[in-house]
C-alpha cells in the first residue's frame, strides 16, 4: 500500500467521536474515539534504536500521520512513549489498557509460532496424583512441570507489542521482527487458544475496523 493509505483517517476517526451513537460501539468507552498526537521522526527514530529494528511501514506511517495510539480495534492502541530512559508501549489516555511492552523486548525474536509444538507436548505430560506413588512426590514433580510451562507461555511474547486490549485478558498483539513483522496476532490463552495469527497485517487490521464502525454510526438507518 502507498504512503498515503493514511490519508484522512485521522479526521475520519474524530468524525466518529461527534456521532451520538458513538458509545454503542464496542470499546468506545475504552479509548473515546481520541487519538494521540502523530509522532515526530526524530522520537521513531530513537524507538527504533531501542528496538533495534525498524519500525513496520505501515505501523511506522501511522504513527507519522495518524497518531501515536488512542482510538482503535477493541479498547483502543497503545502507544509508544519515552518512559523512565527507556521506549515502552503504554495505555496513554486509555481506560482498558493492554500490558505494557518495552521496546528492548519487542524487538527478540518472534518465537510463539514455533513454540506450539512444544507447548503442546509439555500439556500432554502434565503430571497426574494418579501416576505417583505420594503426594510429595507429585508436588515436587507438578512445580517442575508448572515451571518449565510457565516460561514456555512467557517466552511466545517475545517480538510482539500488546497492542489493543480486547477484553476478558485477550489482546491483539502485532509482530515486530521475523517473517511475520507486522502482522496481527491473537493472544488467546485464556481460552487455552495459544497465541494465533489473524492473517491481516496492521493496515488492513486498523482500517476494516474503522469502515465497520463508519458503516454501524454513519450508514443510513
Given amino acids: 500500500m502507498s504512503d498515503d493509505m493514511w490519508a484522512g483517517v485521522r479526521k475520519r476517526v474524530f468524525r466518529l ?3 451520538p451513537r458513538a458509545e454503542q460501539v464496542f470499546g468506545a468507552r475504552g479509548h473515546g474515539f481520541r487519538l494521540g498526537p502523530v509522532m515526530r521522526e526524530e522520537q521513531l527514530r530513537s524507538l527504533e534504536a531501542d528496538l533495534g529494528i525498524g519500525l513496520p511501514t505501515q505501523y511506522r506511517n501511522f504513527l507519522l500521520h495518524v497518531g501515536g495510539g488512542g482510538a482503535g480495534p477493541y479498547y483502543g492502541l497503545m502507544t509508544p512513549t519515552l518512559s523512565n530512559g527507556e521506549w515502552q508501549w503504554l495505555g496513554i489516555g486509555l481506560a482498558y489498557p493492554g500490558q505494557p511492552t518495552t521496546a528492548e523486548f519487542a524487538g527478540r525474536p518472534f518465537v510463539a509460532e514455533a513454540l506450539q509444538s512444544e507447548i503442546a507436548a509439555m500439556e500432554a505430560r502434565e503430571p497426574r496424583l494418579e501416576a505417583f506413588a505420594s503426594h510429595d512426590e507429585f508436588r515436587h514433580a507438578y512445580t517442575v512441570w508448572d515451571a518449565r510451562y510457565e ?8 517480538g510482539a507489542v500488546f497492542l489493543s486490549e480486547q477484553g476478558c485478558g485477550y489482546t491483539s498483539l502485532m509482530v515486530m521482527t521475523g517473517p511475520h513483522r507486522g502482522a496481527i ?9 495459544g497465541i494465533v495469527s489473524t492473517g491481516q497485517d496492521f493496515a488492513h487490521w486498523y482500517r476494516s475496523w474503522l469502515e465497520r464502525t463508519e458503516q454501524q454510526l454513519l450508514a443510513p438507518r
Avoid: K, T, V
Wanted: no cysteine; hydrophobic share 30%.
Fill in 185 to 193: 496476532w491473537e493472544d488467546l490463552r485464556p481460552m487455552d487458544g
Fill in 17 to 19: 467521536s461527534e456521532h
Fill in 151 to 158: 516460561e514456555l507461555n512467557d517466552a511466545q511474547e517475545a
